[in-house]
């Protein structure tokens, strides 16, 4: 086995890692992300080595696929034939050079998409909360507006927190800052939908919800958010654990000032509206890690 060919190796798009795997074999592992849609490429083979050349082929469900990988120096050209599980578009295929002689990677085509979509979710965002701060100008709500401007502050140092964490996925590459971005624009197009659910509220009185109902709903959800939580940072390095300890101090900052603004909106039946409040932000925080613990270990 030529040691000379083992190493990490990196294009604009993604990163290709070769390691021995005994008896004349490579492990090759490649993750891209390419297309105009940005979709995913992940490969993870055992491949035989003859001469300066691997090769891999298994039908594939759009037909067969094909790549072929050829060693030469601090390069290693692949070929791609088939779709080999890649979203549309997505190719694994191009020169990957060793880490340390590739001179920098060009901006992530998906990330001017990713941010055209997040200033205009911004923009809605903070025109619901203009028209909400209107409304809570009343002497009924003189507690509310506060509390509105403190969860305000609050969520958007939790939405930079929760971003650094999702980019950590792939860290040093672009498509880490496309994930950041991704992240902001899932939680700001959230928010703004909460917003705009309070205004449609507005001059509408609901239901007291039943307190113990609430609480036990609660204890569950809560219970699956500590185990979606532990579940999620076992699968960290040391970096990634502090950034999701750094976004989970943040988030439950976040909801303390959002349930105290929520509850005081109604300006009546405040512990049983707060529970309320806690109930959909801990569900919503939940589903949100699970999802990135899946992601993390599917990437």
């Not at 691997?54 to 759009?62: I, L, M, N, Q, R």
């Not at 060693?71 to 979203?87: K, R, Y």
């Amino acid at each position: 086995m030529p040691r000379a060919i083992l190493g990490s190796y990196s294009t604009s798009e993604g990163d290709l890692a070769v390691t021995d795997a005994g008896k004349g074999r490579l492990k090759v592992a490649i993750s891209v992300v390419s297309g105009p849609n940005a979709h995913l490429c992940d490969f993870d083979e055992t491949l035989v080595l003859k001469g300066n050349t691997a090769t891999f082929h298994e039908p594939d469900e759009d037909g067969a696929c094909v790549l072929t990988l050829r060693f030469a120096g601090n390069s290693v050209f692949v070929d791609q034939t088939g779709t080999c599980g890649c979203g549309a578009q997505a190719q694994m295929g191009g020169t990957y050079l060793r880490d340390g002689t590739f001179k920098g990677r060009a901006p992530h085509p998906a990330k001017g998409a990713a941010l055209e979509r997040l200033q205009k979710d911004e923009k809605a965002e903070t025109a619901g909360i203009r028209r909400l701060e209107g409304v809570l100008q009343g002497a009924r709500f003189t507690k509310a507006l506060p509390l509105l401007s403190n969860c305000e502050q609050r969520w958007n140092v939790f939405r930079e927190a929760n971003a650094e964490m999702e980019g950590d996925f792939s860290r040093g590459t672009p498509w880490g800052e496309v994930l950041m971005l991704m992240a902001k624009e899932e939680a700001t197009t959230q928010r703004t939908h909460r917003i705009e659910s309070f205004l449609l509220q507005e001059g509408v009185d609901p239901d007291i919800p039943s307190i113990p109902d609430f609480q036990a709903q609660l204890s569950k959800i809560d219970a699956r958010l500590n185990r979606a939580y532990r579940e999620f940072r076992d699968r960290l390095d040391e970096t990634g654990k502090r950034k999701l300890l750094t976004a989970q101090q943040a988030w439950i900052k976040y909801r303390n000032a959002q349930t105290a603004f929520e509850a005081e909106r109604w300006g009546y039946g405040y512990t049983a509206f707060r529970l309320m409040s806690l109930e959909r932000l801990t569900l919503e925080r939940c589903l949100q890690l699970e999802a990135s613990r899946e992601a993390y270990t599917n990437r």
